[in-house]
């Protein structure tokens, strides 16, 4: 069973254009990961939201989590190619996190 | 400064053979270890989780264990492969982030192709 569910599953774009990656639970958690992937790589920490209602921004990516924290989503302003990958979304709990299924995002130069 | 090594990076193993990856971190003492699968392209399944030296958690049923002989070295193995076994292995650890949020650092993963 999948805690967190990510939507879209897949999403290509245009250079400069903006996008928004979901992440959504029926679960509390006490913080909400997101990670990005390159292929054959592991994952690599983004950001971590811990307060309801946390925003949180990174460059061009802005980061927000729920007042309930049971979801977040993840907005990248004026995408770029390197923004390419496999994004993650993870939760936590009891010395563990739980990842969503993952959005795959093509930027088209 | 902590590292995480893991290996082999790629594997091809026919049905029925055994496996062992094999996952040591340094520069920490006593953290928390974990093996993940990942499917093409797709989220992260927990496997094993620990909290310390011989103290390994399931989290599914499946045909793999894992074990942790010393206190940075996390193993994970299997007595006869599965077709179902391929995919990519990641280690990882946690550490405490911003807040006292615990967040993972992977390894650079195991590739496992079962024929």
């Known amino acids: 069973t999948q805690l967190l569910e990510q939507s879209p599953q897949f999403l290509s774009i245009q250079e400069g254009e903006n996008l928004t990656v979901y992440c959504n639970s029926s679960?509390?958690?006490?913080?909400l990961q997101w990670y990005r992937q390159e292929p054959g790589e592991g994952p690599v920490l983004l950001v971590t939201?811990?307060?309801?209602?946390e925003v949180k921004k990174l460059k061009r990516l802005t980061f927000q989590f729920g007042d309930a924290r049971k979801d977040s989503s993840l907005h990248i302003t004026a995408a770029q190619p390197g923004d390419t990958g496999l994004y993650l979304c993870?939760?936590?709990?009891?010395?563990?996190?739980?990842f969503g299924a993952g959005t795959t995002v093509t930027v088209r130069a | 400064s902590q590292t995480i090594h893991q290996w082999p990076a790629t594997l091809v193993q026919p049905v029925g053979s055994p496996l062992s990856l094999e996952c040591t971190v340094e520069?920490?003492?006593?953290?928390?270890l974990y093996w993940y699968r990942q499917a093409a392209g797709r989220g992260l399944q927990l496997l094993f989780y620990?909290?310390?030296?011989?103290?390994i958690s399931s989290e599914v049923p499946q045909n793999l264990s894992a074990s942790r002989p010393q206190d940075r070295q996390f193993i994970l193995s299997s007595k006869k492969l599965l077709l179902s076994d391929s995919g990519f292995y990641l280690c990882?650890?946690?550490?405490?982030?911003?807040?006292?949020?615990?967040?993972?650092?992977f390894g650079a993963g195991s590739r496992l192709t079962v024929l």
């Open positions: 679960s509390v958690f006490s913080s």
């Open positions: 990882a650890w946690t550490t405490t982030g911003g807040a006292g949020a615990n967040v993972l650092t």
């Open positions: 620990s909290v310390g030296i011989g103290q």
């Open positions: 993870a939760g936590e709990g009891d010395y563990k996190l739980s």
């Open positions: 520069g920490t003492s006593n953290p928390n």
């Open positions: 939201v811990v307060t309801g209602g």
